[in-house]
């Protein structure tokens, strides 16, 4: 579908992706863009393309080939350290 049929039918085919259906976005006869329905898997694949989590992926297998690991104990007590404490109100009498 062409951008310009994009723009003038967006309600329309935004609500045939809600119900499942995928469209391949062209400019000038060229694929530049997909509407797809979001789900997990396509959560995943935006999260696996955005730079800041590519970069801590890398520097964590780094530092895994490096032998720089922290032992699943350790990691765990680290974070029920850092999680903050909930309040409960009392009741008042």
Known sequence: MGIRELKA???EIIERVEKGEAFLVTKRGRGVSVL???GEDVEDMILA???EFVRLWER???EYARGQTTP???LRKELVAKKPKRHVARRVR
């Open 36 to 38: 797809l329905p979001f």
């Open 72 to 74: 699943w104990s350790k």
């Open 9 to 11: 039918r967006t309600s």
């Open 60 to 62: 964590g297998r780094a």
């Open 49 to 51: 393309r955005a730079p």
